[in-house]
């Protein structure tokens, strides 16, 4: 099946910086891809649409300005927390969707970035 | 909105039994439902997909149902093993549209 891979796997950083995750689909092309947040014991929470070539769709409470995500290659999409504090301190996790025949299928998902922000 | 619910959240059976979880969907029926497992601190792993039109679909053995009289799916897992413990995650897609909108998921633990 497709792979999706994320870098890093986890990160700790001081409140006020900046992080970057890295999502790279490995043996496919992706135009699109996802990124989602889960705290814990929670669901997946869409955060935003990330497309090839063109700027983000974020959902309704997603700050824009603080998740700032980029698309720059058919394999590469990077979401970058600015400022991060605290409560920033989540699951982070990507996905590319897989077409089947009918051009509707599954996603693939990254293995998750755990941020931690002291 | 569009919303998917997985009403147990936790799942204990005896290893050998089938485990059976539900999702239920509320207002229109979803093109696809999906079910996926999720082990602690790692990404969802796709397990099945099952199309609006479609009853019922197998994978080894796994088997997902969808009715959409009772906007429903169940999901089943014959002859259970310890090794299927895991969080197993409801997820829904609309015609047209890549995104997934996830339930809760449900934690099942076979017990030996």
Sequence with gaps: GAVVSQHPSWVICKSGTSVKIECRSLDFQATTMFWYRQFPKQSLMLMATSNEGSKATYEQGVEKDKFLINHASLTLSTLTVTSAHPEDSSFYICSAPWYDEAGQGEQYFGPGTRLTVT | SQKIEQNSEALNIQEGKTATLTCNYTNYSPA??????????????????????????????????????????????TASQPADSATYLCARTGAGSYQLTFGKGTKLSVIP
């Excluded at chain 2, 099945?48 to 089943?76: A, C, G, M, P």
């Design chain 2, 32 to 77: 696809y439902l999906q079910w996926y497992r999720q082990d602690p601190g790692r990404g969802p792993v796709f397990l099945l997909l099952i199309r609006e039109n479609e009853k019922e679909k197998r994978k080894e053995r796994l088997k997902v149902t969808f009715d959409t009289t009772l906007k429903q799916s169940l999901f089943h897992i």
